[in-house]
C-alpha cells in the first residue's frame, strides 16, 4: 500500500505542476494580449489623427486654390495665401510627425513598455479631441470665408 500511495501522490505533483504552468502560461498570454490590444487602440488614435491633418491639408488646399482662381477676390484677400500656405505647412509636417509615431509604435521591438503606451495613448486621446475641435472650427471659418467670397461683386 505504501508504494501505491507515493504513486499517486508522484501523479499528482506532476499534475499540480502542469497546472501550475499552465496558469502561468495563460496569464502571461493574457497579459500579452492586453499590451497587443493597448498598442492597437494607440496605432487607431494615431491613424484617426493621421485622417484628421489629412482632412485639415485638404481643406487649406481647396481654399487656396479656390482663392487663386476666382477672380472676384480683391488682391489685399490674395495675401491670406501666405498666411493659409504657412498653414498647410505646419499640418503637414504635422502629418509627418504622426506617420513617423505611428512607425514607432508599430515597430518598437519591445522597447516600449505597457506602462510608456498607456500614457502614450491618453496623452493621444486628448490631443486627438483637440485636433477634432480645431478642424470643425478650421471649417466652420473657411466655410464664412466662402461664403464672403460669392456673395463678392464681380471685378
Not at 39 to 58: S, T, W
Not at 135 to 151: L, P, Y
Amino acid at each position: 500500500m505504501s508504494n501505491y500511495s507515493i504513486w499517486i501522490s508522484g501523479v499528482a505533483l506532476v499534475i499540480s505542476a502542469f497546472s501550475f504552468i499552465n496558469a502561468w502560461l495563460a496569464r502571461k498570454q493574457s497579459k500579452n494580449d492586453a499590451f497587443i490590444k493597448l498598442k492597437l487602440n494607440v496605432l487607431k488614435e494615431l491613424r484617426e489623427m493621421d485622417i484628421a491633418y489629412a482632412a485639415m491639408l485638404r481643406e487649406i488646399n481647396e481654399l487656396i486654390k479656390e482663392i487663386k482662381t476666382n477672380a472676384k477676390v480683391a488682391t489685399a484677400a490674395k495675401e491670406l495665401l501666405d498666411g493659409l500656405e504657412s498653414n498647410a505647412d505646419f499640418y503637414r509636417q504635422c502629418q509627418s510627425d504622426t506617420r513617423d509615431h505611428i512607425a514607432k509604435v508599430f515597430d518598437d521591438r519591445g522597447k516600449l513598455t505597457e506602462k510608456n503606451l498607456h500614457e502614450y495613448s491618453v496623452i493621444l486621446a486628448s490631443e486627438l479631441a483637440r485636433l477634432n475641435k480645431n478642424s470643425q472650427i478650421m471649417q466652420e471659418n473657411f466655410k464664412t470665408m466662402r461664403d464672403k467670397f460669392a456673395s463678392l461683386p464681380k471685378v
